[in-house]
């Protein structure tokens, strides 16, 4: 495993050094990430870089840095149509471009809209997994596993399917009549996700968007405010310059949909903030017998920390400072415009009504908890967990590149293990 530590920790943490780190890091993977192409950058969004020495730095490679603090422009993943011309054009890429389309494998079938509806147990040894349920096209059939059954329904299907099955809390499924197969109390539990929110601030000029290989401008901080997290950052924060009409990431229409369509339109910058340690975990739990219903959700937000509350107002503060007082927002920032008044001026009543989730939720069947430490499900043989929920915290930036490095992980660890068999 510690090859994988140089994609999560800096090497002051782990003692690996950059070098080392660096000959660890992909190059030939069937993901590609953006190539950061600073030349195509509008003159005001290449200024936040000069800002940047006042917070740690930047980055210039944001997802593959020898250290995650400071500011960068957040890349995309994104497949060169020419892989040996870095700056030809490039099209989005997704799990999906990456690993299955167009990939035949003579060990691979997919069935495209197809829902699993349980998982299958031996009839002479209950805890042992021997395939799934599903329906497909309005029947039901049986995948018997060879080998094992991997779980890759994502952090609230996951902890779904394997209630449903049988394994959980004993009083989340005693209710519903379920036979319990085996008691895990961490199927469902430890569910983490950031804690967002989001402000809106007047320019003096509608700014450009940022060209098609960013997504967005973003810091990565420490409010110092917790002793234990003194090495590592506890917030994040998304600038977006675009125009509602233009990216669906713009996320004012969600908050203020009358501000971002406003007549005359007002020219506006956003900022997404993030709290991406809270200490509050929630719960994932089933709330009925079918399998097509949607679990319960409960963020466990309801009473939040001091440290929570106080690193929530952190941010706010450190985006007001931001745009009031440091060079490029006094440059092209006019006013504050969400929260603003709107709330009478309470940021307390503003962050109660505008507290989202990060949508980076995950930890529901998280690794060395509610897996062993190769990520098979405790109490029942032969259940692997591939997905989000199985990171066993919060992780500090955005998770998608670190959940294909588990992924892949995982992947060894089943042909290590089945290896001997072929
Ligand atoms: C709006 C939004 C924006 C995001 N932006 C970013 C970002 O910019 N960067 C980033 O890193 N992350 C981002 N994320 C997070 C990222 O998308 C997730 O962390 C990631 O998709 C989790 O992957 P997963 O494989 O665990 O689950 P999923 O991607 O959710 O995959 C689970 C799959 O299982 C299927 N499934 C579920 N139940 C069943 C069943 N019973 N039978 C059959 N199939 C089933 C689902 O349909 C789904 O296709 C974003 C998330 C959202 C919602």
């Known amino acids: 495993m510690q090859n994988h530590y ?4 800096p090497s002051s943490l782990t003692g690996i050094s950059d070098i080392d780190c660096r000959k660890w890091h992909g190059q030939h993977g069937p993901m590609d990430i953006a190539p950061p192409l600073f030349q195509q950058m509008p003159e005001p969004l290449l200024d936040l870089k000069n800002e940047c020495n006042e917070y740690d730095g930047f980055m210039t490679d944001s997802d593959n840095p020898t250290k995650q603090y400071g500011c960068y422009f957040v890349q995309q993943f994104r497949k060169p149509l020419n892989k040996s011309d870095p700056n030809s054009e490039s099209i989005r890429a997704s799990t999906w471009s990456a690993y ?21 147990f031996d009839e002479n040894e209950p805890t042992k997994c021997i395939g799934v349920a599903y329906e497909y096209k309005g029947q039901i059939y049986t995948a018997i596993a060879r080998k094992e059954v991997i779980l ?12 449903l099955s049988g394994i959980g809390p004993k009083e989340w499924l005693q209710p519903f009549g379920i036979k319990i197969v085996a008691e895990n109390s961490q199927v469902g ?20 968007a940022l060209p ?28 977006y310059s675009v125009n509602p009409d233009i990216s669906f990431d713009a996320p004012i229409i969600g908050y203020d949909p009358t501000l971002a369509y406003s007549q005359p339109r007002i020219p506006l910058i956003t900022f997404l903030i993030y709290h991406t340690q ?42 007001r400072n931001f745009t009031k007082n440091m060079q490029w927002g006094r440059k092209y920032v006019k006013q504050e415009l969400f929260p603003g008044n709107r709330y009478g001026g309470s ?17 529901t069947c998280g690794l060395g908890k509610c897996t062993d430490n190769e990520a098979r499900v405790l109490g029942i043989k032969n259940v692997r967990v591939a997905d989000i929920s199985l990171f066993p915290t919060q992780i500090n930036v955005n998770p998608t590149y670190i959940l294909y490095s588990m992924c892949e992980k995982v992947a060894d660890l089943i042909i290590q293990q089945h290896s001997q068999d072929r």
């Open 212 to 239: 098609l290989s960013f997504r967005t401008f973003a810091w990565l901080s420490n409010s110092g405010l917790k002793e234990s997290n003194r090495n590592w950052t506890d917030i994040q924060i998304f600038l």
């Open 278 to 319: 809270p200490e509050a975990s929630g719960t994932v739990k089933i709330q009925s017998l079918s399998p097509y219903d949607r679990p319960q959700i409960d963020h466990g937000w309801q009473n939040l920390s001091e440290y929570d509350r106080n690193n929530l107002q952190y941010i706010v503060n450190f985006v």
């Open 152 to 163: 890759s329904a994502g952090v609230f299907d996951t902890p779904k399917l394997l209630q």
């Open 189 to 208: 539990n430890n569910f983490v996700d950031k804690m967002a929110s989001f402000m809106a601030f007047e320019t003096y000029e509608q700014l450009p």
């Open 100 to 120: 299955l389309n167009g990939i035949s494998r003579p060990n691979l079938q997919v069935l495209d809209s197809a829902t699993v509806l349980k998982l299958v």
């Open 6 to 9: 140089c994609y999560y920790l």
């Open 347 to 363: 940021d307390i009543l503003y962050r109660q009504l505008n507290l989202g989730s990060g949508y980076h939720p995950a930890g």
